[in-house]
């Protein structure tokens, strides 16, 4: 298993900001760039929902939740992707997880998640 580490959570006051990144310090640089790489999050009492992903070449894809809100990004140079959150909302509070996964046989490494909490 890749270690995957997330940084960038923390408490945000509605209408905030925040701009969450996810590593694989350990990863080649050449294979991170085969990976397609999705951020999942958890609210409490809830199962865990898929909010935003980009693909090798770089399509990205967000539920209809976040849309307008949520910008997903990938440095591969560094193995970083980004997730920039803004207008953020209560409803937004949650553990939230990176993971990266192959496409061509779903391997998938996750990260160990991040609290972001939206409150005032």
């Known amino acids: 298993q890749v270690p995957i580490v997330e940084s960038g959570g923390g408490l945000v006051q509605p209408g905030g900001s925040l701009r969450l990144s996810c590593r694989a310090s350990t990863m080649i640089f050449s294979v991170f760039t085969t990976y397609d790489i999705n951020w999942y999050r958890q609210a409490p009492g809830k199962q865990r929902e898929w909010v935003a992903g980009?693909?090798?070449?770089?399509?990205?894809t967000y539920v209809d939740s976040v849309k307008g809100r949520f910008t997903i990004s990938r440095d591969n140079s560094n193995k970083k992707t980004y997730l920039q959150m803004n207008s953020l909302q209560p409803e937004d509070t949650a553990v939230y997880y990176c993971?990266?996964?192959?496409?061509?046989?779903?391997?998938?490494?996750w990260g160990q998640g991040i609290q972001v909490t939206v409150s005032s």
């Open positions: 993971a990266l996964v192959r496409p061509n046989d779903d391997t998938t490494h």
């Open positions: 980009i693909t090798t070449g770089r399509r990205t």
